[in-house]
C-alpha cells in the first residue's frame, strides 16, 4: 500500500474520530440546553404561582402587587429570550452535526476514489509494460529498416552527383535564356511607355481651349504628342459623368480640333468647364 493510500486511511480515521467527538460533545450540550429549559419552565410556572398567590393574599394592595406583576413579566420575558436563544443554539448545534457528517461522507467518497485511480494507474503501467516489450521485439526488424535507408542515401546522393554535373551544363543555357528573357521585358516596357496611340477605355485629362457650340467644334489642348489621331472617337467626363461625345477631326502635335458629335448629352456644360477627361472610345 503506499504512503498516499497510508495517509488518507489515517486522516479518514482522525476525521471520524473528530467527528464522533464533535457528535458527542452536541449531544452533551443538547442535553444541557434542554435541562435549562426545564428549570427555566419550572421556575416560569413558580412565578405564576406565586403571582396567583399573591394576588390572593395580597388584594387590598393592589399598586404594590402590580409593580411586582409587572417585575415577575420582565423576568418572564427574559427567560423567554433565554429559552429562544438555547432555541437557536440547538438549531446551530444542529446544522453543525449535518455539515460534519458530510464532510465525512466526503472523506469517504474521496478515498474511493483513490483506490479507483490506483487501480487505473496499475492498469496503465501494464499495458505501458507490455507497448515496451513489443516495441524491443520490432527492434531488429526497425535496424533492417535503417540499413536499407541507408542504402538508399547512398544511391540518392550518387544520383545528386550527377545532377549537379548536368545542371552545370543547364546553368550555361539557363543564363542566356534569361539574358533574352530579361532584355525582352525590357523592350516591351519602353515600347508600352513610348506607345503613340491611345487603346480604347484609356484616359486622358486635358483642358478645353475654346467651345463654339455653333460650329460644333472644340479646341483641345493636347494633340499628337499624347496619341490624338484623326477620326478617333472621345468621351468627354467631368466627375465621372458623361457630358457628350467628341471626334477628333484635326491632330497638331500640341493641340487638336475636335467636333462635337450632336444628339449626345449636354454640351452646353462644356461652356462651363476648363478641364475635362477623355475617354477613348
Not at 488518507?8 to 464522533?20: D, H, P
Not at 550555361?172 to 534569361?178: F, G, H, K
Not at 506607345?195 to 499628337?224: C, F, H, M, N
Request: some cysteine.
Amino acid at each position: 500500500m503506499s504512503k498516499v493510500s497510508i495517509f488518507l486511511q489515517a486522516f479518514a480515521v482522525i476525521a471520524s474520530l473528530a467527528g464522533i467527538i464533535l457528535t458527542f460533545s452536541a449531544v452533551s450540550e443538547y442535553d444541557q440546553d434542554l435541562n435549562t429549559i426545564a428549570l427555566q419552565k419550572l421556575k416560569i410556572k413558580e412565578a405564576e404561582k406565586n403571582l396567583a398567590e399573591l394576588g390572593d393574599k395580597y388584594a387590598s394592595d393592589q399598586l404594590r402587587q402590580k409593580n411586582r406583576n409587572l417585575d415577575l413579566s420582565e423576568e418572564i420575558a427574559e427567560f423567554k429570550r433565554a429559552a429562544d436563544e438555547i432555541d437557536l443554539k440547538l438549531a446551530r448545534t444542529k446544522e453543525e452535526i449535518e455539515e460534519i457528517e458530510n464532510s465525512l461522507n466526503d472523506t469517504i467518497t474521496d478515498k474511493d476514489a483513490t483506490y479507483q485511480r490506483q487501480s487505473e494507474s496499475a492498469t496503465a503501467v501494464k499495458e505501458l509494460q507490455s507497448k515496451i516489450e513489443n516495441l524491443r521485439s520490432e527492434l531488429p526488424r526497425i535496424r533492417q529498416q535503417v540499413e536499407a535507408k541507408r542504402f538508399e542515401i547512398g544511391d540518392f546522393e550518387n544520383r545528386i552527383s550527377e545532377l549537379a554535373q548536368k545542371l552545370t551544363v543547364y546553368s550555361e543555357i539557363t543564363s542566356a535564356v534569361r539574358e533574352h528573357c530579361l532584355a525582352t521585358i525590357r523592350s516591351l516596357r519602353t515600347y508600352l511607355r513610348v506607345r503613340p496611340w491611345l487603346e480604347p477605355g484609356e484616359e486622358l485629362s486635358l483642358t478645353l481651349k475654346s467651345v463654339d457650340l455653333s460650329s460644333g467644334y472644340v479646341a483641345l489642348s493636347e494633340g499628337g504628342n499624347v496619341g490624338l489621331r484623326e477620326d478617333m472617337v472621345f468621351s468627354v467626363k467631368f466627375e465621372n459623368r458623361e457630358i457628350s461625345k467628341i471626334r477628333v477631326k484635326k491632330v497638331f502635335r500640341n493641340y487638336s480640333l475636335a467636333e462635337l458629335i450632336p444628339l449626345i448629352g449636354n454640351p452646353l456644360k462644356l461652356l462651363t468647364l476648363e478641364k475635362v477627361d477623355l475617354v477613348a472610345m
